[in-house]
């Protein structure tokens, strides 16, 4: 089993940028793919970004395209978020998720097995 812990969130203003990391413990980071996800109050948790376990491949929701970027160091056992040029409507809880097996569906919540609790970014207009 990972465990997962996010860290980096915070309140920022918008247009400014912020980088998050999720450090995992437990198991080698390696072995699993991973994605973020954010949840706003009164929303559904959304997909975000994933990486595939080399670090080879990226993907992205439409809505963070061009202005978030994941990343991965598996030596460290950790992923990376950077979010440039925030948005007030980026402003949710962050959440770093492990899924054992790549599939398709990776901007599924339940392809992944271990969340982190989450980190929280507020965005100031």
């Known amino acids: 089993q990972v465990q997962l812990v996010e860290s980096g969130g915070g309140l920022v203003q918008a247009g400014d940028s912020l980088g998050l990391s999720c450090t995992a413990s437990g198991r080698t980071l390696s072995n699993y793919a991973m994605g973020w996800f954010r949840q706003a109050p009164g929303k559904e948790r959304e997909f975000v970004a994933a990486?595939?376990?080399?670090?080879?491949?990226?993907y992205y929701a439409d809505s963070v395209k061009g202005r978030f970027t994941i990343s991965r160091d598996n030596v460290k056992n950790t992923v990376y978020l950077q979010i440039n040029s925030l948005k007030p409507e980026d402003a949710a809880v962050y959440y770093c998720?492990?899924?054992?097996?790549?599939?398709?569906?990776?901007?599924?919540?339940?392809?992944?097995?271990?969340w982190g609790p989450g980190t929280q970014v507020t965005v100031s207009s």
């Open positions: 990486i595939r376990r080399s670090g080879a491949m990226t």
């Open positions: 998720a492990a899924a054992p097996i790549w599939s398709g569906s990776y901007d599924r919540t339940y392809r992944y097995d271990y």
